[in-house]
Antibody, heavy 116, light 113 residues
Framework: EVQLVESGGGLVQPGESLRLSCEASGFALNTYWMHWVRQPPGKGPVWVSLINSAGSDTIYADSVKGRFTISRDDAKNTLYLQMNSLRAEDTAVYYC?????????WGRGTLVTVSS | DIVMTQSPDSLAVSLGERATIECKSS????????????LVWYQQKPGQPPKMLIHWASTRESGVPDRFSGSGSGTDFTLTISSLQAEDVAVYYC?????????FGQGTKLEIK
C-alpha cells in the first residue's frame, strides 16, 4: 500500500527553524516527483515546493524561496522540508504529496504553528 | 502566476439533485503536448487531506463514483455531481498543474439543502 507519513511539526517562535519529514512506503521516492503543499487554518491548499525524481531539480513558491529547502534521502525513502526564518504566515498544516497528474497521493499532514 | 477562480464560494443542493461548480483560470491550462488540460479537481472533508477526483480536466480517478464528472477546456472548467449524496458534503478545489507555482482555486463549500 502506498503511504506518506509526515512528522516534525510543532510550535516555534518567529525566526526559528524546523525540519519536516515525509516517510514514504509502498513505492520508491526516487521514481516520482514529490511536492510539499501547505494549508493555513480555514483556507485552501497552497503549493510550496517540488523535487524531481532524479533529485536534481527543485522549485519553490516565491513566498518560501531562500528560506525553505526540499531534499530527499533515498536510502531512508524520506522527503524533507527544511524551514528557516519562520514567520507567522507560515502557520499551516504541511502535506507531502506524490505527483500523479496533479497531487494524487497525500499524507495526513503535520501542523506547524509559528507564534510568539 | 495563474489565478484560479471558483464559483460559487458555497452551494446548497438537495439530495439527489445536480451540483455544478465552475472554475476559471486566468490563462489557458491547455497542454499542447498531449492536447489535454492540466486541471485537477479535489474533494476535501474536515480533518482529511484533499483527495484527487479528476485529472486532465475530465479523467476520473479509480474508485471515484461516476456521478462525478469534469468538463471544460482552455480557461473554463466545470465539476458536476449528477445526483448529490450525503457523503459528497465537502469543500471542492480546482488546481492547475501546467505551470509552477501550481495554483488552487479558493474552494467551494458544498452542503445539503
Amino acid at each position: 500500500e502506498v503511504q506518506l507519513v509526515e512528522s516534525g511539526g510543532g510550535l516555534v517562535q518567529p525566526g526559528e527553524s524546523l525540519r519536516l519529514s515525509c516517510e514514504a512506503s509502498g513505492f520508491a521516492l526516487n521514481t516520482y516527483w514529490m511536492h510539499w503543499v501547505r494549508q493555513p487554518p480555514g483556507k485552501g491548499p497552497v503549493w510550496v515546493s517540488l523535487i524531481n525524481s532524479a533529485g536534481s531539480d527543485t522549485i519553490y513558491a516565491d513566498s518560501v524561496k531562500g528560506r525553505f529547502t526540499i531534499s530527499r534521502d533515498d536510502a531512508k525513502n524520506t522527503l524533507y522540508l527544511q524551514m528557516n526564518s519562520l514567520r507567522a504566515e507560515d502557520t499551516a498544516v504541511y502535506y507531502c504529496a506524490r505527483n500523479e497528474y496533479g497531487f494524487g497521493t497525500w499524507g495526513r499532514g503535520t501542523l506547524v504553528t509559528v507564534s510568539s | 502566476d495563474i489565478v484560479m477562480t471558483q464559483s460559487p464560494d458555497s452551494l446548497a443542493v438537495s439530495l439527489g439533485e445536480r451540483a455544478t461548480i465552475e472554475c476559471k483560470s486566468s490563462q489557458s491550462v491547455f497542454y499542447s503536448s498531449n492536447s489535454k488540460n492540466c486541471l485537477v479537481w479535489y474533494q476535501q472533508k474536515p480533518g482529511q487531506p484533499p483527495k484527487m477526483l479528476i485529472h486532465w480536466a475530465s479523467t476520473r480517478e479509480s474508485g471515484v463514483p461516476d456521478r462525478f464528472s469534469g468538463s471544460g477546456s482552455g480557461t473554463d472548467f466545470t465539476l458536476t455531481i449528477s445526483s448529490l449524496q450525503a457523503e459528497d458534503v465537502a469543500v471542492y478545489y480546482c488546481q492547475q498543474y501546467c505551470t509552477t507555482p501550481y495554483t488552487f482555486g479558493q474552494g467551494t463549500k458544498l452542503e445539503i439543502k
